[in-house]
T-cell receptor
Framework: SAVISQKPSRDICQRGTSLTIQCQVD?????MFWYRQQPGQSLTLIAT?????????ESGFVIDKFPISRPNLTFSTLTVSNMSPEDSSIYLC??????????????FGPGTRLTVL | GQQLNQSPQSMFIQEGEDVSMNCTSS?????WLWYKQDPGEGPVLLIA?????ELTSNGRLTAQFGITRKDSFLNISASIPSDVGIYFC???????????FGAGTRLFVKA
């Protein structure tokens, strides 16, 4: 398994501002994922972040709105840009622990609860 | 695309009761995962199933990987108040590295 920490744990932000969320893992991992969980909903994948390459975004998510950095194998950031109240969600960092096969499992950070006023 | 249909959507039970929830798909999965999410926390992996027909236990939890590879169930025996939370089934896209999640089963336990 992997131990994942996220900062901040929660924040309240004003409309139009940006917030950068940090994700730190206690071991080197190839693949890191960013999810969004809107109130009362399941998890939706935003993007996959691999070190040394641009993040791969899912349908409905774009780099200008959710820029991601992956400077090394233990760290990633997700920025929520030009926020609106619809961006109020829990943002979760996740890593895949294993051999990189499709049977590997994902582990999650504690999440960042974002409220946009 | 691949989807996971999870049921029931929510359950209200008395402490001590057994609980059963399931997950189905029209597509084949090679792995089934069950997560629990406590309020204000990230999902925590409970059980991972890697082989069709596999039955795995983790304390009071038991999960099975359906023989057709299109379904899985999770049972909780003798529920306690700390079992409250949202239970998600999940599985990786076939041939890819992404994981998709069911909509979740919200469990409420009355002491």
């Amino acid at each position: 398994s992997a131990v994942i920490s996220q900062k901040p744990s929660r924040d309240i932000c004003q409309r139009g501002t940006s917030l950068t969320i940090q994700c730190q893992v206690d071991s080197q991992v190839t693949m890191m994922f960013w999810y969004r969980q809107q109130p009362g909903q399941s998890l939706t994948l935003i993007a996959t972040a691999n070190q040394g390459s641009e993040a791969t975004y899912e349908s409905g998510f774009v780099i200008d709105k959710f820029p991601i950095s992956r400077p090394n194998l233990t760290f990633s950031t997700l920025t929520v840009s030009n926020m609106s109240p619809e961006d109020s969600s829990i943002y979760l960092c996740s890593v895949e622990a294993g051999q990189g096969m499709s049977t590997d499992t994902q582990y999650f950070g504690p999440g960042t609860r974002l409220t946009v006023l | 695309g691949q989807q996971l249909n999870q049921s029931p959507q929510s359950m209200f039970i008395q402490e001590g009761e057994d609980v059963s929830m399931n997950c189905t798909s029209s597509s084949i999965f090679n792995t089934w995962l069950w997560y629990k999410q406590d309020p204000g926390e990230g999902p925590v992996l409970l059980i991972a199933l890697y082989k069709a027909g596999e039955l795995t236990s983790n304390g009071r939890l038991t999960a099975q990987f359906g023989i057709t590879r299109k379904d899985s169930f999770l049972n909780i025996s003798a529920s306690i108040p700390s079992d409250v939370g949202i239970y998600f089934c999940a599985g990786p896209y076939t041939g890819g590295f992404k994981t998709i999640f069911g909509a979740g089963t919200r469990l409420f336990v009355k002491a």
